[in-house]
C-alpha cells in the first residue's frame, strides 16, 4: 500500500506543478534532449539505401532505452535505505510527471493565439506557428484560430491523457517512454519525401500508443458536455467525424471539441511546402471568437482532471 500512496502523490504533484508553472523554460526538459538525440540519427542516417530499416533501428531502439534507462535510475533511487530511497523516489517520480505533461503550457500558448490574432493577422500567424507543424504564412484569421483549436484538441490527448494513460499502465518508465514516441512522431512522422520511409515506424508507433487514449480523451471531453446539456447525440458526431482524418487518432479529440463547439475543423493545409488533402469535421463553417476558445480550455481542463482522477483510482484499486 505504500507504493500505491507514493505513486498517487507523486501524481498528484507533478499535475499540480504543471497547472501552476507549465513547461519550465528555463530548466533543461527531457523532450528538448529526445529532440537533439532524434536529429542527431537522422540527419547521419537518413540517406543512401535502407532508410526505413535505419528509421526502425532508431524508432524501437530510442523508445527502449528511454523505458530502460528510467527503470533503473528509479530501481537503484529505492535500493536506497528505505526512508531515503521512498523520499528521493517521490521526488524523481513527481518531477518525470512533471516534465510528461503539458496541459497549462499548450493551453498558454492558444490563449496567446487569439490574443496575438486580435491584433493582428501576421502577429497570429507567428504565434500558431510555435504549435503547429502546417505552413502558416498565408493563414486567415479564421484558420489561424482554427489551427490553435484543432491543437489544443489534439494535443489534450498528447500532452496529458496519453502520459497519464501510459502512467497507469506501466508506470514512469512507460510515461516517460511515450514521451519520446510523440517526440519522434512530431518530428520524423510524415509522409513527405524526406520522412516518408525514415519516420514510418515512428508514425506507427504512435498511432498504435495513441489508439485508446484518444478515444479516451473524445470520451472524457464530451461526457460531462452531454450530461449536463442532454445532448447525446454528440457520441455519434464523433463516431461519425473522428474517422475524418489523415491520423487514426487525432480526429476523434478534434471531433469531439467541433461537436462541442457547432464548429467545422480540418481540411487541406500545406506542411514543408507540400499540400495534404484533409476531410472536413464537421459542417458549420462560423466564426470562431474567444468566447470559442474559453470555452475550449474548460472542456480541456474538465478531461485533465477527470483522467487524473481515473488515474488515481486505477493506481488505488491496482495495489
Known sequence: MDSCIVAIVSLLVGWLLDLLFGDPARLPHPVVWFGKTIAFFEHRLNKGNHRQLKGALVAVGLIVFVYAATYLIRHYIYLLPSITGRGWGWVFDSIIIFYCLAGTTLIREVREVFRAVDRSLEEGRKQVARIVG???????????????????????????????????????????????????DSMIGYKTERYRDFGCWAAHIDDIANYIPARLTALLMVLPHAILNFQFSIFNFVRKNGRHHAS??????????????????????????????????????????????KKAVRINRTAEVLMVVLTALSLWLCH
Open 134 to 184: 502546417r505552413d502558416t504564412s498565408e493563414l486567415s484569421a479564421q484558420e489561424v484560430r482554427t489551427a490553435a483549436l484543432e491543437t489544443l484538441a489534439e494535443n489534450l490527448s498528447d500532452g496529458v491523457i496519453a502520459p497519464l494513460f501510459w502512467f497507469a499502465i506501466i508506470g514512469v518508465p512507460g510515461m516517460l517512454a511515450y514521451k519520446m514516441v510523440n517526440t519522434l
Open 248 to 293: 487514426p487518432n487525432s480526429g476523434y479529440p478534434e471531433a469531439a471539441l467541433a461537436g462541442i463547439l457547432n464548429c467545422r475543423f480540418g481540411g487541406p493545409h500545406y506542411y514543408f511546402g507540400q499540400l495534404f488533402p484533409k476531410p472536413y469535421i464537421g459542417e458549420n463553417e462560423r466564426p470562431l471568437t474567444t468566447e470559442d476558445m
